[in-house]
């Protein structure tokens, strides 16, 4: 079984800054691509912004310049730096991955996994 445990959403006033955490745990052969995505109410969910396993990145417009994902490939963690923050970053933020895993001493298919989601609000 492999969980992804998010932490470090909250409320912050605009203009102010968060980093979201991500630690995936389990019986985990390797990690590919990472990704955050947010849900805001009444809106669909939205990829923000997305790492590989090589550390190539990529954004949503609407973030680029303010938001920085990271990974720490030996603790199995993916961040999301998020500065210059704005109402309209209010959202549920979820992490999101592409992980193979082991059954026994058995590599598994690459399976996609999801955190819990963690409540970012911007509001003064």
């Known amino acids: 079984q492999v969980q992804l445990v998010e932490s470090g959403g909250g409320l912050v006033p605009p203009g102010g800054s968060l980093r979201l955490s991500c630690a995936a745990s389990?019986?985990?052969?390797?990690?590919?691509?990472m990704r955050w995505y947010r849900q805001a109410p009444g809106k669909q969910r939205e990829l923000v912004a997305t790492i590989t396993g090589g550390g190539n990145t990529n954004y949503v417009d609407s973030v680029k310049c303010r938001f920085n994902i990271s990974r720490d490939n030996a603790k199995n963690t993916v961040y999301l730096q998020m500065n210059s923050l704005k109402p309209e970053d209010t959202a549920v933020y979820y992490c999101?991955?592409?992980?193979?895993?082991?059954?026994?001493?058995?590599?598994?298919?690459?399976?996609?996994?999801w955190g819990q989601g963690a409540q970012v609000t911007v509001s003064s």
């Open positions: 389990g019986t985990i052969f390797s990690i590919y691509t």
């Open positions: 999101n991955a592409d992980i193979r895993t082991f059954v026994g001493v058995q590599a598994t298919a690459v399976s996609d996994y």
